[in-house]
């Protein structure tokens, strides 16, 4: 008869990375009824730990490791950890970048996107670092996709390029977000720009469009983006000039009405 220690690792084993509250579900069959979570911890999670079968990444998170894995050479999935730390919450920016498979570079930084409320203090393991991204919304254009035995929430191709253009800083800088998007195919350019559309943000459309349309030039998933899609971003320019970068000033591009500062023009013209 197998132990039910063993039984709840056997339940959790598939899983690869758990938070307590999964320990605390999976035990449901297997356990007491009756059994606290203090005495589920004591009991068969501290255990777990002891015998390498259980790994703690941060409190409350747990990596469960195969037989044939020990714990100093543990590989862990920067994705399911970064899935696993907050119930609200996608993966977004150059995360959700590397999920789609179009990222330039791999990072050792990983984004969980989160409201406010929900937020927690960047924490590393292994080689990784999770950082919190706040935002307003943790729902609208993002989609649940299957990964391994688990889901993920990850923005949508459409909310993710209008995040990076609009953050850059979570999507590794100019240089990095334009060889990553280049690569983002896929996109339905009709959302997106409704997208774009209906956020009360003045300047991104221009900023948008203008990447799309540098995009169109560069890259052969863009190629489809037409005059007249572009000019439905064109029409909401108004007002004075703004920047592509805040407070960066650089030669004004008269079609999008942006400054484009030079380090911009260095940075993609070696792209």
Not at 72 to 94: Q, T, V
Not at 145 to 160: D, M
């Amino acid at each position: 008869m197998v132990k039910k220690t063993e039984a709840l690792y056997n339940a959790l084993l598939p899983m690869k990375i758990v938070s307590f509250d999964d320990i605390v579900q999976a035990s449901s069959s297997i356990i007491e009824s009756s059994a606290n979570r203090k005495y589920i911890y004591r009991k068969y999670v501290k255990r777990l730990i002891e015998t390498g079968k259980l790994q703690a990444i941060r409190k409350g998170l747990y990596a469960v490791l195969s037989p044939l894995e020990k714990t100093r050479e543990y590989e862990p999935d920067k994705l399911l950890i970064a899935s696993k730390i907050r119930k609200k919450h996608y993966l977004g920016f150059h995360t959700a970048l590397e999920y789609y498979g179009c990222a330039y570079s791999a990072f050792n930084e990983a984004y969980t996107c989160v409201n406010a409320k929900d937020r927690f203090d960047p924490f590393s393991y292994k080689h990784f670092i999770f950082k919190p991204v706040f935002v307003k919304d943790t729902t609208s254009q993002v989609v649940e996709k299957p990964y391994g035995n688990s889901l993920l929430r990850v923005s949508s191709k459409e909310r993710t390029f209008i995040e990076c253009i609009d953050r850059v800083q979570y999507a590794g800088g100019w240089e990095e977000c334009i060889k990553s998007l280049e690569n983002l195919r896929g996109l339905d350019i009709e959302k997106l720009i409704n997208l774009t559309l209906g956020q009360d943000k003045k300047g991104l459309p221009r900023r948008i469009g203008f990447i799309l349309e540098l995009l169109r030039n560069r890259s052969p998933f863009y190629e489809h983006v037409s005059d007249s899609t572009l000019g439905k971003m064109k029409r909401e320019i108004t007002g004075p000039p703004q920047y592509l970068v805040r407070g960066e000033k650089g030669s004004l591009n008269r079609i999008w009405n942006l400054y484009i500062p030079q380090s911009f023009e260095e940075q993609v013209r070696g792209i």
